[in-house]
């Protein structure tokens, strides 16, 4: 199946309206959010996705017949048959700090390549980016503890394994998501379900039976009937084990006060002699309730964490945007911008570059200039992607991204990764920036609004 | 792709520990939420998906090698390769009203394949049930006018296709995502970006490249600017497209107060002698909004609906689960049911039906019962449609389930549909039922927790 319909028709209808009115200007449009829907940041994610969408772009015979159905050009449709993007991108690597109004991604092609573009890269990208910086958030919480996905049930369908992706890339360690494992290489994990201890006549025959079964690694889930009762039969499970030469990896809580009851349950494994067992807690959690536990003590070694993750819970969407800044006219730059009733709503207009000012390893403050501006003593954050059509960019390992986040993360100062933190991170407007803004804003006063 | 591997890593984890204990009894399992993220029902939607899985189930070459590197047992594996799902499955079909604590699909199979296809039945119909519930709220706010789903560019990556088409599922009336609408053969819809606007020198010269291309089916987007200057444009292109004996099909406003804007611009075409001329809104829309505006007697003829539609703002998930309720052993039922710490956690042990009471063609009150139970006068609202491992069921259109869907609505007592309901519907559970689980906690207190 071809990629190519995976857009809003209006995308169509507006390519094929440049098409026939021969207006087929080169167009520049930004990628970049208003605000953030967690926190002072975003850990950017899905341009995979995006390159590779690019580079295998193409109308296929059953794409051309659909559109025929819905009443298109004839000739326009031929003309989608030999499409393809010949534009240049530069974008932010996969795992960059992002903050509101830089261009994360900036598409420079002729208007109607730049324009069909737009509904995949914002279906990518903002999804991606929310979950990756939903991740980082949950990371934060759990304070160099272990954080395992465990989505893909609550998850919006498909999207489970770009979520699942994104979270590796935020920085959780595993998942329990068997496709994400084969398709991404991320580390799977999981341990057992209710309806597997209940499916025994009693918990401790499903314990020695999963252990038989997987007496390498072994987790148990305590949970079923009472969460002390359940870890008093794992503590005589444990031991059986060790009888056989075998380490108990772990238990399982998933109801009840999972701090207090963690406490309680390490004591009890701690005096049956088992000090090395793991404590696995899971049941709705996110960034908010891990931080809370760490807080009271909780003896928890991993967090199982899932639909508030893979959903970006409560805001499931990041309200990223894709705006026209510049057209070339008769070989002139034509700064363009939005206005707009809604003064929030409109954009910054001219082709722009993001830096960074970075001292002693720490990210102090970012501009936005325009693309001619040189900035002192600053790191330019946008990186050439595309060049006419084709890739030119490294294509990392989902390894290295991940990588990469951690060390970005770790470069971004403390007070803007709190949870709860109401530190915005600098982002200046270079001089020019401001000045062609005005001028823009003036013109269209004068052409539109009067 | 084979689905195989779109599942939980615990689920393959305890199929290999039932395998290698000889523990494979028939399993039943059921489907239900514990409560409705929104309003006082759900409309069901996603067993469609479920019905293709479950068909086509098999593990392929490369998915036994992925779990081959995993660690998994040989014979196991070799066991998997034979692979099918041979069970019962009752379900109610797609476009069913549901309520909390009802069974909305019943699985019963050896536990190894009931346990298998958890994660993929979960991750298709809390997602598919979550979206139809709420475009069904969006719809009945707009008291018939229409809708069109605009919500691809922040839908959650690939699950943009399922949300579609549950909206259209739940009574929207088109969408703007192209793939659903070739794959789906939902109505497709959309008008134009600010880009198109902006990327021409003058507003006016957009709307005439526009009327141009599209002279039968246009739709002017006037806010890019200020919309009463864009209307005042539409008006002279809307006279414009007259004299070429054609029709201006509508304007849309995407910014500001929107019922009032939408007042001014209805007196505008009005006046300008263009009473036929729609008016289309959109803006981060849901359904308090369009109540809100609706109340407001806005002018407005169709809303664009998109983030919150898609993704179920404010809440993206569907807290459904899927709980063993009975298990055979040597010949005998053994009702199983979670206890847990947490009171709500608990769930209802048996094989189970579900009866509708109808009176005067609206819906009046449900029951559970155990499956030997009959209750008068009442419909079952499951039915079969898988029978050893085989489809039983009709495979209704989409059209048909939407319809299915707005007959089912329609005999909901409207205490039930308000956007603020408080009204519970009434859910009974039979005698013999709550007489049964009082006869298991009391076993389990007896066996687990003593």
């Not at 080169?26 to 950017?44: C, H, M, N, S, W």
């Not at 991606?128 to 369908?157: D, H, N």
């Not at 004591?267 to 049941?283: F, M």
Request: proline share 4%.
């Amino acid at each position: 199946m071809s990629e190519a319909l995976r857009t809003d028709l209006y995308q169509l209808t507006m390519m094929q309206a440049y098409w026939k009115s021969g207006h087929n200007p080169e167009a520049t449009f930004d990628y970049f959010v208003r605000k953030i829907p967690f926190g002072q940041y975003l850990v950017t994610a899905g341009l995979n996705y995006v390159l590779d969408y690019i580079e295998s772009l193409r109308f296929e015979d059953d794409d051309i017949e659909y559109l025929q159905s819905q009443g298109f050009d004839e000739d326009f449709l031929k003309h989608l048959r030999d499409f393809r993007f010949t534009g240049d991108i530069l974008a932010m690597p996969e795992g960059s700090i992002a903050f509101p109004l830089e261009p994360m991604i900036r598409v420079t092609a002729p208007i109607m390549e730049a324009q069909l573009v737009e509904t995949y890269l914002l279906n990518k990208m903002n999804f991606s980016t929310l979950i990756a910086t939903k991740a980082s958030r949950v990371v934060y919480a759990a304070r160099g503890r272990s954080i395992a996905e465990f989505g893909l049930r609550r998850a919006q369908g498909d999207g489970h394994l770009e979520a699942t992706r994104a979270t590796y890339i935020g920085g959780c360690d595993s998942t329990s998501n068997v496709l994400a494992g084969k398709i991404h290489g991320i580390p799977v994990s999981g341990t057992m379900a209710h309806s597997f201890v209940t499916s025994f006549d009693h918990e401790i025959d499903s314990y020695r039976a999963y252990a038989e079964a997987f007496p390498k690694r072994c987790f148990l889930l305590i949970d079923t009937y009472n969460s002390i009762e359940g870890a008093k039969k794992a503590v005589i499970v444990g031991k059986e084990l060790e009888k056989r030469g075998e380490k108990l990896l772990g238990v399982r809580l998933d109801s009840g006060d999972l701090a207090e009851l963690s406490k309680e349950v390490r004591r009890l494994l701690d005096d049956g002699g088992l000090k090395y067992v793991k404590i696995v807690a899971s049941g709705d959690l996110n960034e908010w309730k891990i931080d809370e536990m760490m807080k009271k003590g909780a003896k928890i070694d991993m967090f199982g964490v899932g639909t508030e993750l893979v959903t970006g819970r409560p805001t499931p969407a990041l309200d990223g945007i894709y705006k026209l800044s510049d057209v070339v006219e008769q070989g002139k730059h034509m700064p363009k911008m939005k206005l707009s009733d809604d003064p929030v709503k409109a954009t910054l207009p001219g082709k722009k570059s993001v830096w960074r000012i970075v001292e002693k390893g720490k990210f102090v403050r970012d501009v936005i200039s325009l693309e001619e501006e040189d900035v002192d003593n600053a790191i330019p954050i946008l990186e050439k992607v595309v060049e006419k059509g084709r890739i030119v960019c490294n294509r990392p390992s989902l390894e290295k991204i991940r990588q990469r986040t951690g060390e970005n993360l770790s470069n971004l100062p403390d007070i803007y990764r709190k949870l709860d933190s109401a530190a915005v991170y600098p982002v200046e407007f270079s001089r020019e920036l401001v000045a062609l803004r005005e001028r823009v804003i003036e013109k269209i006063r004068r052409e539109e609004l009067s």
